[in-house]
């Protein structure tokens, strides 16, 4: 049976020659200097002035939100429909989400939700690139609230042209094996803002004072990155073009081949230039789909939950987040790698389209327990 993961890593000649360098310097911690060298290359390539090479995008949050002050007492607004890690980091720091609905336009935050969720205890707004579409930050930036933009997922996106990265207070960016631009772990801190900058870095280095070895004056931490991390990383960010590309050709592949399937393609907005993290369908028929999936030896997932949904979250919800619990179950994604062989593609499209074959193959439905899918107002193959 044909085996196609859900994700692979591209690996070329040039992080193998980063990795050697390190290796051969015996430079393997964070002080090394392909931590800076990736550091300088992502800021410039994002337009920002600074980046914070950390261990993963958990702990960049994580990092952040301790960097900007925001602890007990304080309130942060987080999407309902995202992995955990915003709601995490902000519990981490002591903090409280609150959980904002998404819009069926494009599955980011919907503002009125987020009016809805504002009070007076309100320090930051999580604004999440979910699954590699920018949220309307023009919209946001009208509640006066710092932003804090997680592209975890949205390497090479773009929001009426400009770089997601760079269109908060401060950003950060995900390395997961599983995103489009990777060092197998990692994340970043991307800003602008001197001082942040500098607060941050003090704190990721044990809240040491800068310049005085061993003198602490703040409970700080150590999510660094080390050096043979940040030698793959460099690698990639100078892969950045043609990893991007290359998605967004298994997308489009994905795209063709799924033409007359009744499946919907997550939406796209038209101020947005989406970057391809997993290719997203959605559909009532989601447990037939990935049923089909496994018999053929594919690993196609559902994805998260609704934040709202997990036990842990349970004492923390306000208000109901409809359709975020609706694409929640619906939604599922296909394999998606930079270099995916169209012959899968192909394979994985056929298994799917063989869910709809009959229709004794029709189950009872994931979405049923929720707000049905076709009150989203999407349409099959939804590329708008």
């Not at 929640?328 to 709809?356: D, G, H, K, R």
Request: proline content about 5%; aromatic content about 8%; hydrophobic content about 40%.
């Amino acid at each position: 049976m044909q085996q196609i993961p859900l994700s692979e890593v591209s690996i070329g000649h040039l992080e193998r020659e980063y990795v050697l360098e390190a290796l051969a310097g015996e430079m393997l911690s964070s002080s090394g200097p392909h931590v800076k060298r990736f550091e300088n290359l992502l800021s410039g390539r994002v337009g920002v002035d600074y980046a914070i090479a950390t261990s993963s995008g958990t702990s960049a949050l994580e990092l952040l939100l301790r960097a900007m002050r925001i602890g007990p007492g304080d309130e942060v607004i987080v999407p309902a429909l995202t992995f955990a890690s915003p709601a995490l980091a902000t519990a981490l720091v002591g903090a409280r989400p609150v959980f904002a609905d998404v819009s069926s336009d494009t599955w980011t935050l919907d503002s009125n939700s987020v009016r809805g969720s504002l009070t007076r205890k309100t320090r930051a707004i999580i604004a999440v690139d979910v699954l590699g579409h920018p949220c309307d930050y023009d919209r946001l930036a009208d509640f006066c609230v710092p932003i804090i933009e997680d592209a975890a997922e949205a390497h090479g996106a773009t929001y009426k042209g400009r770089q997601v990265g760079s269109l908060g207070t401060a950003a950060i960016f995900s390395f997961h094996a599983n995103k489009a631009i990777t060092s197998g772990e990692g994340g970043c801190i991307l800003t602008s803002n001197a001082e942040l900058a500098e607060r941050a870095r003090k704190l990721n280095s044990f809240g040491m004072e800068p310049g005085h070895r061993y003198w602490h004056t703040e409970i700080g931490c150590n999510y660094r990155m080390a050096n043979l991390v940040a030698a793959v990383a460099l690698a990639q960010v100078e892969r950045w073009d043609s990893l991007i590309a290359g998605r967004r050709r298994v997308a489009a592949s994905y795209d063709r081949a799924l033409q007359g399937v009744p499946v919907n393609r997550r939406p796209v907005a038209d101020w947005a230039g989406e970057s391809v993290w997993l290719y997203t369908i959605a559909s009532d028929q989601r447990r037939a789909i990935l049923a089909q999936c496994s018999n053929k030896g594919i690993d196609a997932r559902a994805i998260w939950p609704s934040l709202p949904e997990n036990p842990v979250f349970a004492n923390l919800v306000r208000a109901k987040c409809p359709c975020a619990a609706a694409v929640a179950a619906s939604a599922a994604w296909l394999p998606t790698w930079s270099n995916m062989p169209q012959e899968s593609i192909e394979y994985v499209a056929e298994a799917v389209a063989s869910a709809f074959a009959s229709p004794d193959q029709q189950v009872e439905t994931d979405s049923t327990r929720h707000q049905t899918f076709h009150d989203l107002n999407t349409h099959p193959n939804q590329r708008h």
